[in-house]
């Protein structure tokens, strides 16, 4: 009896023993794992091209190289560290030494406007307008002529740019890439034969935003304005329309029903203003050949950035004068000129028909690859030109065919692409 209690009495002391030294070890092995890994840690971050040597490569978390590998990088910028990397610019001019005060309302939005330097008068009553309202102002130069300028005040706070004979569209796919405006709320892209003297630029920002168009323009005053559209037309019972009811005469009828341009989702871009998100879409859509930009307001809405017939839209509480003024092309200004013009234009709209554009019934899709050659658009038969404005017109009408055929095959080429308002 006492041989057995003597065994279970150095058993149990044993048991204890061994239960005491595992014990033991755990924590300084818990404390030795620890070291090994901030020491690994810390080598990783001193030494990391010798890792590869040590066989140390794959002590890091996996979710640091996979929070790498998925970073989105803009393109071309890999090479840099992420925080060197600034992936939009602005216009806001800088001195040559000295920063500047921090200003605390940044302007943020854009005015361009393509003139000419026998526009004066009426430019300067625009920039002057545009510039007390914190807008930055890019004039682009059709004519070249920049030094005439420099006797308005402004003149030094505005950006210039110079190119003969080039239209706004020319200028605005070159000069006003979606990165570089980037920063700005709202683009302005105006005709230099504008009236702005019942137009308020910050009042009529205020509307767009409550309103929610990310594609606009100021209504025309129907009683001064040389008018192409009616939609267009200043209407005066709401701050905005967005349709155009439209019963008899010729062309498209337009009622409550309308879903597509001319009747609804659709201005004339003598005037537009876009969003900047609107605007980094129509800058791709605009072509770099076809500068006057005919057949763009017809697809236009497309950039609306949701449902166009209520993202498209003519502000009437804030309206211009559209005075209709001949520019790219005229040598004169005299009224004799005046009066030749609009004889011109009437010309060259007979001579090459307009082209026919119905969203709710589109024509038959062309098979071929080729670009129709300009010979076969233009008329067969065309007596000497009477004033180069005739020229400029008729080169428009063949330039919106283009586009036209354009559109049209690159929506049969695109597979994936899925017209967001066909008609069903």
């Known amino acids: 009896m006492e041989m057995k209690l003597h065994n279970w009495v150095l058993q149990l002391a044993d048991s204890n023993c061994r239960r005491s030294c595992a014990c033991g070890i755990f924590p300084t092995s818990l404390v030795l794992c620890i070291m090994f890994f901030m020491g690994s840690v810390l ?40 925080g060197i990397v600034v992936t939009s610019s602005n216009l806001n001019m800088r001195p040559l030494w000295g920063f500047p005060e921090k200003i605390k309302d940044l302007k943020r939005s854009l005015l361009a406007v393509a003139i000419g330097v026998k526009q004066k008068d009426l430019v300067n009553k625009m920039i002057e307008k545009f510039l007390s309202n914190g807008f930055v102002v ?3 130069h059709y004519d070249g002529v920049v030094d005439e300028w420099k006797d308005f005040a402004w ?45 308020n630029p910050q009042r009529y920002l205020e ?23 009616k939609i267009t037309v200043r209407g005066r019972r709401s701050d905005v329309h967005r349709r155009i009811f439209k019963n008899s005469g010729s062309g498209e009828k337009c009622d409550e029903n309308s879903t597509a341009p001319p009747c609804t989702g659709w201005i004339e871009v003598m005037a537009p203003v876009f969003t900047r998100e609107a605007w980094r879409c129509v800058w791709y859509m605009i072509q770099n050949d076809l500068i006057h930009a005919w057949g763009l307001d017809m697809r236009i809405g497309y950039c609306a950035q949701g449902d166009r017939t209520k993202n498209v839209g003519v502000v009437d509480s804030d309206y211009v004068v559209h005075l209709g003024l001949p520019t790219l092309g005229a ?17 060259a709209t007979r001579a090459t028909p307009p082209m026919g554009d119905n969203d709710s019934e589109p024509e038959k899709l062309t098979t071929t690859t080729k670009e129709p050659p300009i010979s076969k658009l233009a008329p067969s038969s065309m007596p000497p030109p009477i004033n180069p404005r005739i020229e400029v017109r008729r080169q428009s009408y063949i330039e919106a065919k283009i586009f036209k055929w354009r559109w049209r095959h690159a929506v049969q080429s695109d597979k994936c692409w899925k017209d967001p308002f066909q008609q069903l």
């Open 331 to 347: 040598n004169e200004t005299d009224k004799d000129q005046l009066a030749q013009h609009n004889a011109d234009l009437l010309f």
């Open 155 to 199: 003149c030094d706070q505005v950006i210039h740019v110079a190119a003969i004979n080039q239209t706004k569209w020319w200028f605005a796919k070159r000069f006003l890439h979606p990165d570089i405006v980037a920063e700005y709320d709202y683009i302005f892209i105006w005709d230099e034969d504008l009236g702005v003297e019942d137009f």
């Open 207 to 229: 509307t767009v935003k409550r309103e929610g168009l990310e594609i606009s323009q100021p209504a025309l005053d129907g009683n001064k304005s040389e008018v192409h559209h």
């Open 43 to 82: 080598i990783a971050q001193d030494y990391p091209e010798k890792l590869p040597k040590w066989g140390m490569n794959n002590i890091m978390p996996n979710s640091v190289s996979n929070k790498c590998e998925n970073r989105c990088r803009a393109h071309g910028s890999e090479a840099l560290p992420e």
């Open 138 to 140: 890019m004039l682009f």
